[in-house]
């Protein structure tokens, strides 16, 4: 008899990097939830991919930033069962100057990688503990490490992501559930490819390249797996060098 597989939710799900992750937790055996906002179609063909290939999915579309948007699909989640992992990948750009900046380039940055991270997990967390085991992973940034010109608010948001898991990590650790945080640095795809010219990455990576988004799933998905149980309350990067 083949034991149930674990339920994952990826938000941000249907982008580059969020498909990376979501096809890896598939193939190490997980029911993958792949979240969109708005653009459930795209998050639709990341799925069609999974299955394609044997694995389990589905697709889900709400905005994270949207707390009773966020609450109503979660519910409907749960109504399935618990989620055992939970990946919170969704974050947008917004680049300027902070003299520049708008209240509203601000709080929308902000709303979407750090009040969605609530939304999201805040909900899952009791039935999780029911379980005695979880995996809760955020996706970061080096942005929130070193800084950046243009992305006070993008750093200040994933830097909040920080401090929260490693607060969450402390609560949940009795419970047999992990709480860590990613962070990636240039990463080839649709949001680096005309931010980041290859002569500017050979200057600022020591690597000297742009990192694979199938790199970061890696280790996303170790640290969702069985193996990465004393791995909690970290930050690790994933950035060729720069920090």
């Not at 055996?29 to 394609?52: K, S």
């Not at 640095?185 to 949001?191: H, P």
């Not at 980041?196 to 890696?218: N, S």
């Not at 193996?227 to 690790?236: F, K, L, M, P, S």
Request: some cysteine; glycine content about 12%.
């Amino acid at each position: 008899m083949t034991s149930t597989p674990r339920r994952a939710l990826v938000t941000g799900g249907s982008g580059d990097l969020g498909g990376a992750i979501a096809r890896r937790l598939a193939a190490q055996g997980a029911h993958v939830i792949v979240h969109g906002n708005g653009r459930l179609e795209r998050a639709q063909a990341v799925v069609d991919a999974i299955v394609a290939g044997g694995g389990h999915a589905e697709a889900i579309a709400f905005d994270v930033a949207d707390a009773d948007a966020s609450a109503d699909a979660i519910a409907r989640i749960l109504d399935a069962g618990a989620v055992q992992i939970v990946v919170n990948n969704a974050g947008i750009h917004d680049d300027a100057p902070m003299a520049g900046m708008s209240r509203a380039q601000w709080t929308r940055v902000v709303d979407v990688s750090l009040h969605g991270f609530f939304n999201v997990t805040q909900p899952l967390l009791l039935p999780m503990a029911r379980g005695r085991w979880g995996r809760i992973v955020s996706i970061s940034s080096v942005a929130a490490v070193t800084g950046n010109r243009g992305q006070a608010n993008y750093a200040a948001a994933k830097a909040a992501l920080h401090g929260a898991s490693n607060s969450l990590a402390r609560e949940m650790a009795s419970r047999g559930i992990t709480v860590n945080v990613v962070a990636p640095g240039v990463i080839e795809g649709s949001m680096a490819k005309d931010a980041f010219p290859i002569d500017t990455i050979k200057q600022i990576v020591p690597a000297a390249r742009a990192g694979r988004p199938e790199e970061v799933a890696a280790l996303v998905g170790f640290l969702c797996g069985d193996d990465a149980g004393y791995v909690n309350g970290q930050v690790i990067g994933v950035n060729g060098g720069m920090a």
